[in-house]
C-alpha cells in the first residue's frame, strides 16, 4: 500500500514569516494530494490540493507543489498569523486516503 | 455551508461495553469514510463505503468493529466490545464519489466523536 511521510513533525516561525512542510509518497500511482488543517478537538479541515496533472496550485498565501518524478508535495504558507497554528497533515489518494503523521505549526506573535 | 454531521461529539465507555457513533455525511455525497485518529498521528481509514457497500474493510478490525450505511446515506460504526485501546477520536468524512483516475473529488471531515475508554 501507499506510505506517506511528513516533514517536520513540528515547526516554530516568527508571525509573518514564511513555513513549508514537506511530503514524500511511495506509490507512483497515487494521483490527488490534499492538504488538511486540524485544531484542537475538531476534525481535519480540507484547504488545498493537488491533482497529478498539475505541479503548483496557489490559493493567496497557501501553495501546494507536487514533483510526481521525486515523488514529493509541498505546502508552503506566507506571510504567517498567529490563526495559521494548528496540525497541517498531507495525504496520497489513489482510491483511499493514506495521511502523513502531521506537522504542529506554531506561528508566535 | 454543507457539514459532515458526527454524534456524539464525547464518548466516555468502560471497558467491554458497546458503544456507537453516528454520521450523517453531505447531501449527494455518494462515498463515505470511517477514519480513526489516535492522538498525534494522523487518520487511518477504518472502512470506506460507496453507495451502501463497503468498498474497503481491510483495516476494520471485524471481530469487534461493524459499520453499516443501509440506505447508502448515514451511517453508524460500533464497537462491542470497547478496549482500553480503542480509545481515539473517529472520524467520519464523504465526498461526492470515489474512484481512480479522474474521478475523485474532494473529502470533507466532520468534527469526529473521541472516544475514551475507561
Known amino acids: 500500500g501507499e506510505n506517506v511521510e511528513q516533514h517536520p513533525s513540528t515547526l516554530s516561525v516568527q508571525e509573518g514569516d514564511s513555513a513549508v512542510i514537506k511530503c514524500t509518497y511511495s506509490?507512483?500511482?497515487?494521483?490527488?494530494f490534499p492538504w488538511y488543517k486540524q485544531e484542537l478537538g475538531k476534525g481535519p479541515q480540507l484547504i488545498i490540493d493537488?491533482?497529478?496533472?498539475?505541479g503548483e496550485k496557489k490559493d493567496q498565501r497557501i501553495a501546494v507543489t507536487l514533483n510526481k518524478t521525486a515523488k514529493h508535495f509541498s505546502l508552503h504558507i506566507t506571510e504567517t498569523q498567529p490563526e495559521d497554528s494548528a496540525v497541517y497533515f498531507c495525504a496520497a489518494s489513489l482510491g483511499k486516503f493514506y495521511f502523513g503523521s502531521g506537522t504542529k505549526l506554531n506561528v508566535k506573535p | 455551508e454543507a457539514e459532515v454531521a458526527q454524534s456524539p461529539r464525547y464518548k466516555i465507555t468502560e471497558k467491554s461495553q458497546a458503544v456507537a457513533f453516528w454520521c450523517d455525511p453531505i447531501?449527494?455525497?455518494?462515498?463515505l469514510y470511517w477514519y480513526r485518529q489516535i492522538l498525534g498521528q494522523g487518520p487511518e481509514l477504518l472502512v470506506q463505503?460507496?453507495?451502501?457497500?463497503?468498498?474497503?474493510d481491510s483495516q476494520l478490525p471485524k471481530d469487534r468493529f461493524s459499520a453499516e450505511r443501509l440506505k447508502g446515506v448515514d451511517s453508524t460504526l460500533k464497537i462491542q466490545p470497547a478496549e482500553l485501546g480503542d480509545s481515539a477520536m473517529y472520524l467520519c468524512?464523504?465526498?461526492?464519489?470515489?474512484?481512480?483516475?479522474?474521478?475523485?473529488?474532494?473529502?470533507?471531515f466532520g468534527q469526529g466523536t473521541r472516544l475514551t475508554v475507561v
Open positions: 506509490d507512483s500511482a497515487s494521483n490527488y
Open positions: 463505503f460507496q453507495d451502501e457497500s463497503v468498498v474497503d
Open positions: 493537488i491533482r497529478s496533472n498539475v
Open positions: 468524512a464523504s465526498s461526492l464519489r470515489g474512484g481512480g483516475g479522474s474521478q475523485w473529488t474532494e473529502a470533507f
Open positions: 447531501s449527494g455525497h455518494a462515498t
